[in-house]
């Protein structure tokens, strides 16, 4: 697969507030004024592209709607969303860096799910009585 070929906003590389901040910059709209627009608190917003909360279903529907993208796309990379960036143009010691970081991304959603299967057997086997 060739870097053009390759979704820079797959589920297993890009999160929620990745592709939601992608959108918003690629709309040319900071995140005060989307706040504003979708009548949130800048720091609700902030949380959101954090990754660190996620909006209502009523929310996400305007949010979609004001970036332009579907609901999907935000979601889970999937549908009408933007484009990654133009890594033929951009110098290439920056895109080496850019696909390692992309790789480590990567990697850790795939270690961060692996952690998760492990704390729950070990949490099944600490209510289990022997």
Not at 32 to 55: F, M, Q, Y
Not at 100 to 124: P, T
């Amino acid at each position: 697969m060739t870097e053009s070929d390759q979704n820079w906003y797959a589920p297993e590389i890009a999160t929620f507030g990745d592709r939601m901040t992608a959108a918003r910059e690629a709309a040319g709209m900071t995140q005060e004024s989307l706040a504003k627009r979708l009548g949130v608190k800048k720091s609700t917003l902030r949380n959101w592209e954090n990754d660190v909360a996620e909006p209502r279903a009523n929310r996400l529907s305007m949010l979609a709607g004001l970036l332009n993208v579907s609901m999907m796309w935000l979601i889970n990379g999937e549908g009408e969303g933007v484009d990654g960036p133009d890594t033929e143009t951009m110098p290439s010691d920056l895109t080496e860096i850019i696909l390692e970081i992309r790789e480590m991304k990567s990697e850790l959603h795939y270690k961060a799910e692996q952690l998760a299967r492990l704390e729950k057997r070990l949490r099944n086997l600490i209510v289990q009585p022997s």
